[in-house]
């Protein structure tokens, strides 16, 4: 599971993973993992055949099985979801259209306030316009959010955080450290 974390980082973010699973894997599930074209869903599989090996040789209980394959079919559409955020693009006339909206509601603005601002007019057209922009600008900004700008989500320090909950579950004293911000940025 470990590795099924850092493997969904790393593929949302077009990096290698093989440094951060090569920890939790055996040789022939991380060379298997490695020859993959697609790390995190050989992961799944490996971990949905382990679990079937755990079954067939009772070390489930019955009841415990389907929760468990529930659990990796969940994350298989967490993985897919993942996906069809990052490979689906904002298209370009859209994003084109949002822009020229936006400037063209901001430009005639003042021309519907004016009777009812007054002198205030151009205070209030700017802070209306730059509500408009800045929204403008964080539906751009919010495209992509596995990368490693600022304010993409933090995907580091949630694999580091799943890796050290999962190794503290199995009481392995060799936990790491939570990631700390740098600058003010979780990454």
Known sequence: MIAYGHALRCHLRNEDPAEQIKHFLSGEDLAT????????LMIL???????????DRHWLHELNFPFMDAQLNE???????????????????????IHRIVASYCLFLPFGLVETTGVLTPIVVLLISYAFFELDAIGDEIENPFGLQPNDLPLTAISRNIEINLLELINNPDRPEPLKPENDILM
Do not use: M, W
């Open 45 to 55: 599989h490996q971990l949905g055949r382990d679990l079937a090996v755990a079954r």
């Open 75 to 97: 994350l298989s559409n967490i993985l897919g979801g993942c996906e069809r955020i990052k490979n689906t693009p904002i298209p370009f006339s859209y994003s084109v259209l």
């Open 33 to 40: 993992v490695l020859e993959s074209t697609h790390r995190p």
